[in-house]
């Protein structure tokens, strides 16, 4: 995270949602992995695409790529602009072994939202 980029926090409750970004003649709307969430547009228009993507995704099931080239399900632990934590989706099961993982800011290609559709 550029220390440039602008807070953006829910009204009401003022939970961070993302940043506005300066970018060209316009801003960009990030979200909290670091995702653009608008191509270059007005202030207005990024503060409105963050608002609508809330913060709901982080709750979604994601993948990671592990070295061996395997997909393995996990969900999001702990996000920052310092890491983004996961641990394997063991969808409860009280004797799964655990398994952590810590990557960089923004998210990396590795990681991606899972396709409900498969």
């Known amino acids: 995270m550029n220390p440039d980029w602008i807070e953006h926090r829910r009204s009401g409750d003022r939970e961070l ?19 653009r969430r608008t191509a270059v547009v007005d202030w207005l228009t990024a503060e409105e695409a963050l608002d609508a993507a809330g913060i709901g995704y982080l709750a979604e099931e994601y993948e990671l790529l592990l070295e061996d080239g395997r997909w393995l399900a996990v969900r999001l632990t702990e996000v920052s602009p ?27 290609a590795r990681l991606r939202a899972c396709d409900v559709s498969r």
């Open 82 to 108: 310092e890491a983004i934590k996961v641990t394997k989706d063991d969808w409860g099961a009280v004797d799964a072994p655990q398994l952590h993982f810590t990557l960089p800011f923004p998210m990396p």
């Open 17 to 35: 949602l993302g940043w506005v970004v300066i970018e060209d003649d316009g801003f960009v709307a990030v979200d909290l992995l670091g995702r």
